[in-house]
């Protein structure tokens, strides 16, 4: 068995990132060894745990056997790895040495598994596109669970890299409305280019009265039909509360982490019959389990990012793995500028 040292990130402390060198033995017999070319920095939940706002002692996420264990420091995270087979263990088909491969894996530079932990690319699909693939499923997901129709009027709150991913796809449909809200002009005119009908602040002072006469309606059933919050701010929930219409959805994909903000569950809300509806990629809604499994939701994300092509369009930064600590800081220090930052492992 074969013996190499790898390279892998650690969150050490709130605004530590440390990126240390281990042993890796193997591939035992019915493994893969990849070495890592890209892996993407997820700016929701990777930043909660950089900033320290993560629920400490929480599983990592039980449905990712690479992320076993508990939201505690020191804690090696990541789930976006796009690499090469470079080695196989007994009893594995040598037809996959070099072949280019995606796996839900920690940022490190090199990995283990076994064949069926790892996703071949596409023909279709260039590697750094391919680590656009688990917001791509999580973009399925939520519009799979806000189950758009013909004409409606639909908002997004956040056009961060999975609020943009889920625009993209809601573009598709034929809406009457595309409203989408960001802080950010690069973000905005990024959802605009997407398909989105209007781009608005939502600090704006007259935000609230731009919003009233884009989703207002002759019959005077104002209102947005259905609703996204994916900025990650738990205060936006009320803005989506007061401009969804009566029996209107809203979809929370967000993870707000310890952050907390009160919500005015009202009149407005107590009277309109909306449903506030919680979006978690993980997992299926129950409605969708009898004709729909994981695979299939896969294979269409699949299909979006060859369409969509979104390294071109959303990567913003390329930090060298050994630089990870500056990657980090400036996704902190300067969202206005960022959408989707990779880091580049070959010199790892």
């Known amino acids: 068995m074969a013996t190499i040292t790898r390279t892998a990130l650690y969150f050490t402390a709130p605004y530590r990132v ?60 990541g789930y976006a790895t796009v690499g090469q087979v470079e080695a196989v263990g007994d009893g594995v088909s040598r037809s996959w040495l070099g072949r280019w491969v995606f ?27 391919a680590a656009f693939l688990p917001n791509t499923e999580t973009a399925v997901n939520f519009v799979m669970d806000g189950r758009p129709g013909i004409g409606e009027r639909v908002v997004v709150f956040g056009q961060g890299i999975v609020g943009l991913l889920t625009t993209a796809l809601l573009a598709r449909f034929p809406l009457e409305r595309l409203v989408v809200l960001d802080r950010f002009p690069l973000r905005r005119e990024t959802g605009l280019s997407l398909g989105a009908h209007r781009a608005l602040d939502p600090d704006a002072a007259d ?75 993980s997992t299926l809604a129950p ?39 500056a990657a980090y800081a400036h996704i902190d220090q300067h969202p206005e500028s960022t959408l989707q930052v990779l880091l580049t492992w070959q010199d790892a």
């Open 207 to 281: 935000v609230a009265t731009a919003l009233t006469d884009l989703l207002g309606a002759p019959q005077g059933t104002g209102g947005a039909d259905l609703v996204y919050e994916l900025s990650g701010a738990p205060a936006a929930l009320n803005m989506a509360i007061a401009i969804t219409g009566f029996d209107g959805r809203v979809v929370i994909g967000s993870w707000y982490g310890q952050k907390r903000a009160p919500l005015d569950l009202g009149g407005h809300f107590h009277r309109s019959r909306m449903r506030l509806l919680s979006s978690q990629v």
């Open 103 to 129: 796996a839900f894996q920690p940022h490190q530079s090199h990995y283990l598994a076994s064949p069926d932990d790892v996703l071949p690319l596409p023909a279709e699909v260039s590697p750094e596109d």
């Open 18 to 77: 440390e990126v240390r060198t281990e042993r890796l033995d193997g591939p035992a017999p019915g493994q893969l060894r990849v070495r890592v070319a890209y892996s993407a920095i997820s700016p929701g939940t990777e930043m909660l745990i950089y900033r320290g706002q993560m629920p400490q002692g929480m599983p990592t996420d039980a449905s990712i056997a690479a992320l076993g264990g508990t939201l505690a420091y020191p804690l090696k995270y």
């Open 287 to 325: 409605q969708h389990t009898g004709r729909w499994n994981k695979a299939r939701r896969m294979a269409l994300a699949w299909q979006s990012v060859a369409a969509l092509h979104p390294a071109t369009r959303f990567v913003t930064h390329r930090f060298p793995a050994t630089d990870a600590p």
